[in-house]
Structure formats: C-alpha cells, structure tokens
C-alpha cells in the first residue's frame, strides 16, 4: 500500500520521464532488485528509465527536493552489488540512454551516452578501422559503468592501463541536479577538440572515478579508440611450476614485446575458453598443466615475427611449452565432445575484444562472486595459497579460480579470485558471501591489499576507510559537499 507521499513523487517522476518509463509494479521491481553477486536482494521503491540528460535532471532534482535515495544503473551486469538499494528509494535505469553521439576518426575518440554497450562501440569502432579497449566482462556491459565507476581492466592492460586512462571527458549531473563537465569537455569547445583527460589547473576528474553512484550520475562520457592493428596474434603457454610461469612473465615485461596477457590458475578459464560444456571442461582441466600465460600480441606483420621469436626464446629458457588448442580440440573429437569448433586463433581474438570468456566461466552454476586487488607481481602467489586456506577454512570445495593481469607495463597486479555459486540456492549463497566477506576483511584488515569492488562489504569505509586517514576524511567532505541530504546511492559509497 503506497502513502501519499510516494503518491506524490511517483505522479512528479511520471512527469519527468511519461508514464511509460515509471513504475512501481512488484514485479518490475524485483527484477532489480539483485545482480551477479551474493549480496541480499532488495526492491527500490520506483524505477525509472529516463530517456536524456534533461530528464536525469529533472529526476534528480525531484529526489534531492524530497530526499529519496538514488541508485543509478546503466546495464546491470554487476559482480558486487553496486546497483542493489540498501535503502528504499529510487533505480534510475540509464538503458534507454544509448546513443553512440560522434565517432571521431581523426582524433580517435567516440561521444557516448550511458547505456552504449561495449559490444555496440567496438563494432562500430571496426567499421572505422579502429578499436577501444574492452574490460574484463562481456560485451553487454556499458562502456561508461567500467571505465567510470570500476575504472575496469582488460586484457590489454599491460599497454593500455585501467579504463579510467581511455576517458577524455565526463557529462555530470550532480545531487542538485546541475550540471558539471570534467575533464578535456570542462573547456569550452572540450566536446569538440579535448583530446586528454584533465581539466585545467588541479584536476578533479578522479574524484568521481569509482564512486559507485555515489555523486551523482554521468550522462555523457567522451572516451579513446585506438587503431585496429594490421596482424593480432595469440599464444597460450603452460607451466607446472609457479616459479617457472613467475620467471617466464617477468621475462616478457623487460622484454618488452607482449601488448597484453594474464595468468590463470588453475587450468579453469583456460578449458571453459575452448569447450561447450561443463563435463567436457572437467575432463580439460584435470589435463591442463596448472598454470597458463595468455599472451597477446597486436602490431606489423615485421613487428610480430620478431616478438614471437623473443616469446619462442623465453619459453625455452623457462621451460613453457606452447598450448595448442587445435590439437586438443581434434584429439578429442572437435564439436561432438563438446569443443569449440571455431579456429582457435580466431577465438582468442573474438575473446579479447568482446570478452565472450566471462559467460562461459558464468556457465557451471550461473555465477560467480569475485575478489579483486592490486599487488605487485611478485607476491601474488602468497595472495593466491591465502585465497585457497580461506575456502577450505569455511568449507567451500567448489571450483575455484585466480588469473594475474599485469597492468602498466607490469608496474602492478590486477588479481582476481573466483569462487562459483548458484544464485538460486540459498545455501550456497550464504556461503558464497561468507567466503568473499572473509577474503575482504582478511586481506583489507590483517594484510595490505586495495580492493577493486569493495561495496559488497559495505563500500570502501567500511574495512579500508579506517586505513586511510585524511584521505578518507577528505573525501567525506567532499561528498557531503556534494550531497548533503545524501541521496545518491547511500549505503554504497562511504557509508558511515
């Protein structure tokens, strides 16, 4: 039963974004009310799909006048419950907003709304001979959510950075409704010519980075594309030895010849890469060595022949051997047994563009709860035998998975670890939060680590905040400064 306050604010949403773009119908708002994650679910009050910048303002405006929460949504594809209210209030679903605005050949760069998909811009990149830079997640996620609220990384990361380094400029409607461009696009004629992520005199653009929803809602990005390159080439290399896999990735940075490449282990990611099914991954991966590199490589024909042959040499001297897929693939029966039937090469390429991996690592229970932190390399196996202790402590016995993606030409770590759970099942959700809670607080609290999706335990105060002094103190005030009734996805972003 509605009061007649909600009364009130749905007739002046409707007025906003028309009466087809709102509702209040249970059944609607479940649909919202979870994602990928095992965090509780929970129904927002309205949802709204608004349909132009204006009339995300005008939403906002109406939400800061009554002090109703706001959780903004692009696609909803979400590993840690960024999007799930923690209070009533108001989802603001930006689908609708999905118009590709400009795609400027000359300088490399595309206009977007929002709701644009990753796989929408890449396409359209292609037919202009060039590419952007995908994160870690299929092609049905918004391009602006992982370069903006996630700062999202790929498998090109090694070369091209965190997501955050392939914006140029940000559209903002901030928590009273006004408006802020950041930025090159704080310049005036920004939109038309900037060309670099920075703002004039200090810069600002990195306090709305990550913040989950938390200041506002970005309406517009202006983000870099990159050429297409003449030759791609892929090559997957398995050890039985960390020691030896470690060595091997170190020889790759200062060699200086990979454009991009990670390394998973166990063999998980690597057979659910080139099979169809579950059982026939099962069977890959008591096969597999335990430990792959996945290494990219994008240039000149000239210039590939010769990484390839520095790539043969460090195989050799660590003593790697190079996976080939279509043997396997072959061997085993090809599509029949339940492997992928494409060409291999033609696969990898599809997966680091479209990133098609992650749906298959979604398909042996229908998800997957993740923990992700930045570490140096060097490390990241202790990182890894920690993550395996915490399972087996509380009882998890599934499967489990962990890849290292080096970022910035190899200056840190970008570490994932996996566990997988059926959402349907509420026991296995339960442990599933239990697992990954306790993975946070051991690695945030009793060892250094900076957590990439800390919301699912509650934001980034929660566990590191205490860690981080003036900063954290800083960036209270500047939320407050912001959002003072504190509508914007509270709960989420620098909880109290």
């Given at each position: 039963m509605t009061t007649a306050k909600e009364e009130i604010v749905f007739q002046q949403l409707s007025n906003a974004v028309g009466s087809d773009y709102i509702s209040n119908d249970p059944a609607i708002l479940v649909c919202y009310s979870r994602d990928q994650s095992p965090k509780s679910p929970k129904n927002p009050t309205y949802v709204v799909l608004p349909g132009s910048r204006e009339e995300v303002q005008e939403v906002v405006k109406i939400a800061n006048e009554q002090k109703i929460p706001i959780i903004p949504r692009s696609t909803g594809v979400n590993v840690a419950g960024l999007c799930i209210p923690t209070v009533d209030g108001i989802l603001v679903d930006l689908k609708r907003m999905d118009q590709i605005i400009e795609i400027d050949k000359k300088n490399m760069s595309a206009i977007i709304e929002?709701?644009?998909?990753?796989?929408?811009?890449?396409?359209?990149?292609?037919?202009?001979?060039?590419?952007?830079?995908?994160?870690?997640?299929?092609?049905?996620?918004?391009?602006?959510?992982?370069?903006?609220?996630?700062?999202?990384?790929?498998?090109?990361?090694?070369?091209?950075?965190?997501?955050?380094?392939?914006?140029?400029?940000?559209?903002?409607?901030?928590?009273?409704?006004?408006?802020?461009?950041?930025?090159?696009?704080?310049?005036?004629?920004?939109?038309?010519?900037?060309?670099?992520?920075?703002?004039?005199?200090?810069?600002?653009?990195?306090?709305?980075?990550?913040?989950?929803?938390?200041?506002?809602?970005?309406?517009?990005?202006?983000?870099?594309?990159?050429?297409?390159?003449?030759?791609?080439?892929?090559?997957?290399?398995?050890y039985n030895e960390h020691e030896k896999v470690l060595d091997a990735m170190v020889r790759i940075q200062k060699s200086g010849i990979a454009s991009s490449g990670y390394v998973h282990f166990p063999a998980t990611y690597t057979a659910h890469f080139f099979t169809l099914n579950n059982e026939t991954a099962k069977n890959i991966i008591n096969l597999l060595p335990p430990y792959s590199i996945l290494a990219f490589f994008e240039g000149t024909k000239r210039q590939i022949e010769y990484e390839e042959k520095v790539l043969n040499k460090i195989i050799e001297?660590?003593?790697?051997?190079?996976?080939?897929?279509?043997?396997?693939?072959?061997?085993?029966?090809?599509?029949?047994?339940?492997?992928?039937?494409?060409?291999?090469?033609?696969?990898?390429?599809?997966?680091?563009?479209?990133?098609t991996i992650t749906v298959r690592i979604m398909r042996p229970k229908g998800a997957f709860g993740i923990t992700v932190f930045v570490h140096n390399i060097e490390d990241s196996f202790k990182l890894y035998e920690k993550f395996e202790e915490i399972c087996k402590r509380l009882g998890y016995e599934d499967l489990t998975t962990y890849y290292i993606q080096p970022i910035d030409?190899?200056?840190?770590?970008?570490?994932?670890?996996?566990?997988?759970?059926?959402?349907?099942?509420?026991?296995?959700?339960?442990?599933?939060?239990?697992?990954?809670?306790?993975?946070n607080k051991v690695f945030i609290v009793e060892e250094f680590g900076l957590n990439y999706y800390e919301s699912m335990c509650g934001g980034p105060g929660k566990l590191i905040g205490p860690k981080l002094g003036k900063y954290y103190d800083l960036l209270k005030k500047f939320k407050n400064l912001l959002d003072p009734n504190e509508i914007m996805n509270p709960g989420v972003y620098l909880p109290k």
């Open positions: 929002p709701g644009v998909l990753m796989a929408q811009l890449q396409v359209e990149a292609y037919k202009r001979g060039l590419k952007i830079v995908v994160p870690s997640a299929p092609g049905s996620v918004s391009v602006i959510s992982n370069y903006v609220a996630v700062r999202g990384t790929s498998i090109a990361s090694v070369k091209f950075g965190t997501g955050d380094n392939h914006i140029i400029g940000l559209e903002w409607v901030l928590p009273d409704g006004s408006l802020l461009d950041l930025g090159s696009c704080s310049y005036q004629d920004g939109w038309q010519n900037g060309c670099c992520g920075h703002s004039p005199g200090p810069d600002i653009l990195g306090l709305f980075l990550e913040a989950s929803g938390g200041l506002g809602i970005c309406t517009k990005a202006k983000v870099k594309l990159y050429p297409k390159p003449e030759v791609r080439r892929s090559s997957i290399i398995v001297e660590t003593n790697g051997s190079i996976l080939n897929l279509s043997e396997i693939v072959s061997m085993f029966g090809g599509a029949e047994a339940g492997l992928d039937p494409k060409p291999v090469e033609q696969g990898i390429v599809h997966h680091a563009d479209f990133m030409d190899y200056h840190f770590a970008f570490i994932e670890m996996d566990i997988i759970y059926d959402p349907g099942q509420k026991d296995e959700l339960e442990l599933a939060e239990k697992v990954l809670s306790e993975i």
